[in-house]
């Protein structure tokens, strides 16, 4: 008996588990997708040394990404915290964080070039005019990442993977739109273009369904 008891119990708590885990796989896939399919068309073209200066470009706008990681690492168990009932404080909370962002985003598209030129060899010059295209976009996924927390609270995660989806398949029709044309700067629109969709469809879900943002 005590074992049908830890069974059924189990089954209680795993199965809404199991639905959260399995509703955010489309999520991973997208982001996958964002990240490696660019690169996989740009070789496909047979211009390896867009691909290089491309995926360089990546590399360096990863310092974006790294910094709003680890905020929301730090910030998303207070974020929680205050979600259950502080509608006024986390907007404020939420607007300090986007201009901050902003800020330090706007720093880097003006540092990072400077730091390329002069201290890295000339071989990375190519990657400067793209920088700020990929930089702009990793700040924006930055809004996304903070913005998702509101999501997993609401257990929207279901609506999170549309939307990841969604601008993954936007991301996708922009490569085949831009890269023939543009190559790496192509790749480079495409993923501020995809970034933006996928940040403002959030925003605007968070807008219309709840106070958090608005009001």
């Known amino acids: ?12 708590y795993l199965t809404p588990a199991f639905i959260f885990g399995i509703t955010l796989l489309p999520h991973v896939l997208s982001s996958w997708i964002k990240t490696g399919f660019d690169r996989f068309i740009l070789t496909s073209t047979e211009n390896i040394a867009a ?22 690492k730090a910030f998303s168990p207070y974020l929680f915290k205050k979600l259950n009932d502080e509608y006024k404080s986390v907007k404020i909370l939420l607007y300090k964080f986007f201009i901050a962002n902003l800020i330090f985003v706007i720093i880097v598209i003006l540092i990072l070039p400077i730091f390329v030129k002069f201290f890295l060899s000339k071989e990375y010059i190519d990657v400067i005019p793209i920088l700020p295209y990929v930089i ?16 997993f609270h609401l257990k929207k995660t279901l609506t999170l993977s549309l939307i990841s989806v969604f601008s993954a ?9 831009f890269i023939d044309k543009f190559l790496e700067f192509g790749a480079a629109i495409s993923f501020l273009f995809s970034a933006i969709i ?18």
């Open 1 to 12: 008996l005590s074992k049908i008891k830890f069974f059924s119990s189990s089954y209680k």
């Open 51 to 72: 691909n290089g200066i491309y995926s360089t470009a990546f590399q360096f706008s990863i310092i974006i990404t790294l910094v709003g990681v680890g905020f929301n």
């Open 136 to 151: 702009l976009a990793q700040g924006c996924l930055n809004i996304y990442i903070i913005l998702s927390n509101i999501l």
């Open 169 to 177: 398949f936007c991301h996708v029709i922009f490569l085949f739109l």
């Open 198 to 215: 996928q940040t403002l469809l959030t925003f605007l879900f968070i807008i219309y369904n709840t106070n958090y943002l608005w009001k």
